[in-house]
């Protein structure tokens, strides 16, 4: 190939960046136009799924009080966070592949970061109006008093990028949409039945509970619920570890996955 | 090479429906085979799964709480079967683009349809056996098992299977069918009282589970598995779930006996 005269082999970082940005906008208004009929379904099935997680198991659970009424609540905005990230994304990227859309994305002259960026702001979008319903549900429900701090920006944010890049590495490194969908629905399993999202982690048997000493999930409702709560826990350094270590693992593993040639 | 094209004969009859039906089950249980076993794996973990899980969740349960969660665990067991897999089984077929070929099939599309439902039907059973097991086992209730359980969970299970059957055909967008299914799940096991007794309900939402098929199930089936538990008329939950059964069948059969 020959380069054109007009456009220089190697761009001007400015340039790159600013190309980067447009490759950016024009994505995200791609897959958000692309799928404008879905964005509603997802974005109200989140709050049903932020409320109705909160009220639903308030109705089975015999007494609820208030710290099981604050776990439940956190919880939900917790899994809100990661079933966007490592259950939505791969189903969309499995959805693509099944309809035969997903070659033609990688084929558009667009970085393919920019591709993983757009659709993780996609995901914020549809998380955030779950994760209010969610919390005002529980306020509204049972009382109970949040004490918001500063660490839930970062906690927020790096809970549902490690969940968001862990969903894109799934989705992209397997191939068959069925076995992604599998992937996902046993990943539902776990982290709402197995996992101590929504319940104290005392629960578990000893054996599960150290497991997800080295898991993320635990470690994302240390951070989120010790975010939102006052002496209900104490996050550390170590979850804060433990989450960045898995984002970078799972960010490897998407570049890796998303920058080979088919 | 010469064709006689003299006698056309319309093949009919009992004896052709049968050999039909069973050719299709055996086309339908290979075309599946990978599915099917998955399916089984996932009921089985999904079973003994929510067990532990509504345990975890739950905390410390009476004795009289535990028997409702061991006897609802059957009902969850086979409800993922009918409500879930069907439609989904069938919207692999229109993925695949197989749907309209399984209908050139010169076979009665009954025979075809039968074939699916008994497959589903029966397939639900192992696994919703070995997750009351395990449900039993790890609570150690107290269980009065009578011959209705047969019954029951034959009901059960071809209940599920036919109203799967008929949203698979009636509704045409695999994504609205795994919307559907996903909502199913979600009202399954969060908002029906299965696992828990219908008075812990408010009563507008327990109003509305006697219109829907999924605290029936779980009537008729802890029925069969103790004694004095179930306080409302059993019967009743049978002929709502036959109301089911009926409008299903119906919906599938306009469906499935439509000329395009």
């Given at each position: 190939?020959?380069?054109?005269?007009?456009?220089?082999?190697?761009?001007?970082?400015q340039?790159?960046?600013?190309g980067?940005?447009?490759?950016?906008?024009?994505?995200?208004?791609?897959?958000?136009?692309?799928?404008?009929l879905?964005?509603?379904i997802?974005i109200?099935?989140?709050i049903?799924?932020?409320a109705?997680?909160?009220?639903?198991?308030?109705?089975?659970?015999?007494?609820v009080?208030?710290?099981?009424?604050?776990?439940?609540?956190?919880?939900?905005?917790?899994?809100?966070?990661?079933?966007?990230?490592?259950?939505?994304?791969?189903?969309l990227?499995?959805?693509?592949?099944?309809?035969?859309?997903?070659?033609?994305?990688?084929?558009?002259?667009?970085?393919r970061?920019?591709?993983?960026?757009?659709?993780?702001?996609?995901?914020?979008m549809?998380?955030?109006?779950?994760?209010?319903?969610?919390?005002?549900?529980?306020?509204?429900?049972y009382?109970?008093?949040?004490?918001?701090?500063?660490?839930?920006?970062?906690?927020?944010?790096?809970?549902?990028?490690?969940?968001?890049?862990?969903?894109?590495?799934?989705?992209?490194?397997?191939?068959?949409?069925?076995?992604?969908?599998?992937?996902?629905?046993?990943?539902?399993?776990?982290i709402?039945?197995?996992?101590?999202?929504?319940?104290?982690?005392?629960r578990?048997?000893?054996?599960?509970?150290?497991?997800?000493e080295?898991?993320?999930?635990h470690?994302?409702s240390?951070?989120?619920?010790?975010?939102?709560?006052?002496g209900?826990?104490?996050a550390?350094?170590?979850?804060?570890?433990?989450?960045?270590?898995?984002?970078?693992?799972?960010?490897?593993?998407?570049?890796?996955?998303?920058?080979?040639?088919? | 090479?010469?064709?006689?094209?003299?006698?056309?004969?319309?093949?009919?009859?009992?004896?052709?429906?049968?050999?039909?039906?069973?050719?299709?089950?055996?086309?339908?249980?290979r075309?599946?085979?990978?599915?099917?076993?998955?399916?089984?794996?996932i009921?089985?973990?999904?079973?003994?799964?929510?067990t532990?899980?509504?345990?975890?969740?739950?905390?410390?349960?009476?004795?009289?709480q535990?028997?409702?969660?061991?006897?609802?665990?059957?009902?969850?067991?086979?409800?993922?079967?009918g409500f879930?897999?069907?439609?989904?089984?069938?919207?692999?077929?229109?993925?695949?683009?197989?749907?309209?070929?399984?209908?050139?099939?010169?076979?009665?599309?009954?025979?075809?349809?039968?074939?699916?439902f008994?497959?589903?039907?029966?397939?639900?059973?192992?696994?919703?056996?070995?997750?009351?097991?395990?449900?039993?086992?790890?609570?150690?209730?107290?269980?009065?098992?009578?011959?209705?359980?047969?019954?029951?969970?034959?009901?059960?299970?071809?209940?599920?299977?036919?109203?799967?059957?008929?949203?698979?055909?009636?509704?045409?967008?695999?994504?609205?069918?795994?919307?559907?299914?996903?909502?199913?799940?979600?009202?399954?096991?969060?908002?029906?009282?299965?696992?828990?007794?219908i008075?812990?309900?408010?009563?507008?939402?327990?109003?509305?589970?006697?219109?829907?098929?999924?605290?029936?199930?779980?009537?008729?089936?802890?029925?069969?598995?103790?004694?004095?538990?179930?306080?409302?008329?059993?019967?009743?939950?049978?002929?709502?779930?036959?109301?089911?059964?009926?409008?299903?069948?119906?919906?599938?059969a306009?469906?499935?006996?439509?000329?395009?």
């Amino acid at each position: 190939m020959t380069a054109d005269a007009d456009s220089p082999p190697l761009l001007s970082p400015q340039r790159r960046v600013s190309g980067w940005m447009r490759a950016y906008r024009t994505l995200f208004r791609w897959e958000l136009l692309g799928s404008r009929l879905l964005y509603p379904i997802l974005i109200v099935s989140q709050i049903l799924v932020g409320a109705g997680f909160v009220i639903g198991f308030g109705l089975l659970i015999p007494d609820v009080d208030a710290d099981t009424a604050r776990y439940l609540s956190t919880g939900a905005v917790v899994m809100s966070l990661i079933l966007v990230g490592l259950v939505v994304s791969p189903q969309l990227i499995a959805q693509q592949k099944m309809e035969g859309s997903y070659d033609y994305v990688r084929s558009m002259p667009v970085p393919r970061s920019a591709a993983l960026v757009a659709s993780m702001s996609l995901g914020l979008m549809v998380a955030i109006p779950g994760i209010v319903a969610a919390l005002g549900v529980a306020t509204m429900r049972y009382d109970i008093v949040l004490s918001v701090h500063t660490s839930a920006v970062p906690a927020f944010i790096l809970t549902l990028a490690c969940g968001s890049l862990l969903g894109s590495a799934v989705g992209h490194a397997i191939d068959r949409p069925q076995a992604t969908l599998l992937f996902t629905q046993l990943g539902i399993v776990f982290i709402i039945g197995f996992s101590p999202v929504s319940f104290p982690v005392e629960r578990l048997p000893h054996w599960l509970s150290n497991l997800h000493e080295f898991l993320p999930i635990h470690h994302m409702s240390l951070l989120v619920r010790s975010s939102l709560t006052e002496g209900l826990v104490d996050a550390t350094v170590k979850s804060w570890l433990v989450l960045a270590v898995w984002t970078v693992i799972a960010a490897t593993v998407t570049g890796v996955v998303m920058g080979r040639r088919a | 090479m010469t064709v006689t094209t003299d006698v056309i004969r319309v093949r009919s009859g009992s004896r052709f429906w049968a050999d039909a039906y069973t050719s299709m089950l055996r086309f339908e249980s290979r075309n599946l085979r990978t599915y099917l076993t998955i399916g089984l794996v996932i009921q089985l973990a999904l079973g003994a799964g929510m067990t532990l899980m509504y345990g975890f969740y739950f905390g410390d349960l009476d004795s009289a709480q535990q028997t409702f969660l061991v006897t609802g665990i059957p009902t969850l067991a086979l409800i993922p079967i009918g409500f879930v897999m069907v439609p989904n089984a069938i919207m692999e077929h229109k993925l695949h683009d197989t749907y309209d070929y399984v209908w050139s099939l010169p076979v009665p599309r009954s025979s075809s349809a039968m074939a699916t439902f008994t497959i589903f039907a029966l397939l639900g059973i192992p696994g919703m056996v070995v997750a009351l097991l395990i449900a039993w086992v790890t609570y150690d209730v107290d269980l009065v098992v009578s011959w209705s359980l047969v019954p029951a969970v034959l009901f059960t299970s071809s209940i599920g299977a036919s109203v799967g059957y008929a949203v698979g055909h009636v509704v045409p967008q695999p994504r609205v069918i795994s919307l559907i299914t996903n909502i199913v799940m979600f009202l399954v096991l969060l908002f029906s009282p299965i696992v828990v007794a219908i008075e812990q309900f408010p009563g507008w939402w327990a109003d509305a589970h006697h219109v829907l098929p999924f605290w029936h199930m779980s009537v008729v089936i802890r029925a069969a598995l103790t004694d004095g538990l179930v306080t409302t008329p059993v019967p009743i939950s049978y002929g709502v779930l036959a109301i089911w059964g009926a409008i299903s069948g119906v919906a599938a059969a306009m469906i499935v006996g439509r000329r395009r």
